[in-house]
């Protein structure tokens, strides 16, 4: 006898692919042009001395770009391994602010499924889903489009990193790379902007990381981007 779909199985299946196509579609910009930030990582890590193996498991175990960057930088100045830490979790503090927001789109899943949700998140998914679950409410929804986002973001900057492992050897370390950050997150605020909470928010963020590109390095772009939520977060409350 050949099973059928019955209606509940085609209005289940029907909106999680949806989502899947939704996420594709809204995420690709933003993973090209995670690339060369990838590249540039993955450049940065072969002229400090890391083999494919090390750099590619901070890659997994982080999935933070910037913070991955310093650690990177840190370890071929010879600093210690106390000091990466301190780095890592001080540019990673923002995800504190993160992890909030994936706890209110998912407040009816459980506990464990919130915890594995937090990992994957990085600077672009977080914003991405922001602005699309305003109008998704649906848990299955929101969760395959969060997934599909994270896994092509993460997919194409461990990626772009694993494909620099084989040229890195080739490239000087004045090529330019180090611009690559700050253009991904260019390309992430020029996005974002589609009314004057996001057009504020964007500027906002935008003079922070200039003003402080020259004094905290790769700490730049996480630090603007935490200043970009806390400024929409405090227009939020007073609208």
């Known amino acids: 006898m050949t099973a059928t779909a019955t209606p509940r199985d085609v209005v289940n299946v029907a909106p999680a692919a949806g989502a899947a196509r939704a996420a594709l579609q809204d995420t690709a910009p933003f993973a090209v042009a995670l690339v060369p930030f990838g590249f540039a990582v993955g450049v940065a890590a072969t002229h400090a001395g890391l083999s494919a193996t090390e750099n590619l498991a901070g890659a997994l175990v982080m999935l933070a770009g910037a913070a991955q960057l310093a650690v990177v930088e840190s370890i071929g100045r010879g600093e210690g391994i106390w000091l990466a830490v301190l780095v890592t979790l001080l540019i990673n503090l923002r995800f504190v602010l993160y992890g909030a927001g994936i706890a209110e789109w ?15 998140v990085v600077d672009q998914s977080f914003m991405i889903c922001q602005q699309r679950f305003r109008s998704e409410a ?102």
Not at 210 to 237: C, D, Q
């Open 106 to 120: 998912f407040a009816n899943a459980s506990r464990l499924q919130r915890l594995l949700l937090v990992f994957p």
């Open 138 to 239: 649906d848990l299955a929804w929101r969760r395959r489009y969060y997934l599909t986002t994270t896994a092509l973001l993460a997919g194409c900057f461990v990626g772009a990193q694993a494909l620099a492992l084989g040229f890195g050897d080739v490239l000087p370390d004045g090529a330019g790379l180090h611009l690559a950050a700050p253009l991904a997150f260019a390309g992430m605020l020029a996005k974002s902007v589609h009314g004057r909470t996001e057009l504020v928010v964007a500027t906002t963020a935008a003079i922070a990381l200039v003003v402080v590109a020259g004094t905290l390095g790769p700490a730049a772009l996480p630090a603007a981007v935490v200043v970009g939520v806390v400024t929409g977060a405090r227009m939020g409350r007073t609208s």
